[in-house]
């Protein structure tokens, strides 16, 4: 048994025991997550925003377009030949592929530099966050996803101001037109279940 396959039991096992209330700190976050529900009725309680039917929605997404190739080259080490497609975990770790990298831009002094994570730990503390959490999102983006905090400027100082320098090129077929929580909830989902096909996701 591996590192994560460990954290997912041991997260499976004490689930019960877990803080699921809104507001409550995700594993290995500095911050807590803001509440899921923005809406506040006369009484004062937080309603649920258009979740009717959440649940029973497909999965929105486009077509290739006519004349482009579902193969492609893949253009970093860990996405397949398939559009939009990554290699799983396992396969990436037998290879030794560990560290996932990209290019950053500071808002305030506009230098570019590149940035790596590891992909074991930041994989493993999304999975822990989705486990604590996932009963709470309604097949929604919470806040935290959808205005992250941004990492310091290694070269100004300045805090909470580089963002990542993002392709042009779509990466997931999911349909544009839909709400951003929810693109952005089914992009994290797609992306851990493509990474673990096995995972609770």
């Known amino acids: 048994m591996n590192d994560y396959e460990d ?3 041991t997260l499976s096992l004490s689930i019960d025991s877990l803080p699921l209330k809104l507001g409550a700190p995700p594993l290995s976050l500095s911050s807590p997550p803001p509440p899921f ?7 004062g309680a937080r309603t649920r925003v258009g979740l009717t039917h959440a649940r029973n929605r497909r999965t929105s997404t486009q077509s ?3 004349g482009k190739s579902e193969v ?3 253009p970093y080490p860990w996405m397949t030949s398939r559009r939009a497609i990554v290699h799983t975990l396992d396969y990436l770790i037998s290879n030794k592929i560990t560290i996932i990298s990209g290019e ?3 808002k305030k002094c506009e230098q570019q530099y590149q940035i790596k994570f590891d992909l074991q730990e930041k994989f493993k503390e999304i999975a822990a966050f989705i486990l604590r959490t996932r009963s709470l999102m309604h097949d929604r983006a919470p806040i935290i996803w959808m205005n992250p905090n941004l ?3 290694k070269y100004c100082n300045q805090i909470n101001c580089v963002k990542p320098i993002i392709s042009e090129k779509r990466h997931t077929r999911n349909h544009r037109t839909g709400a951003k929580d929810r693109l952005v909830y089914l992009t994290y989902m797609e992306l851990c279940k493509q990474l673990d096909p096995s995972g609770p996701f």
Do not use: G, R
């Not at 529900?37 to 009484?43: A, D, I, K, Y």
């Open 7 to 9: 954290a997912l039991l």
């Open 37 to 43: 529900f923005s809406n506040v009725n006369n009484e």
């Open 64 to 66: 290739i377009k006519q």
């Open 72 to 74: 492609i080259t893949p």
């Open 104 to 106: 950053v831009q500071c």
């Open 151 to 153: 990492p310091n400027c």
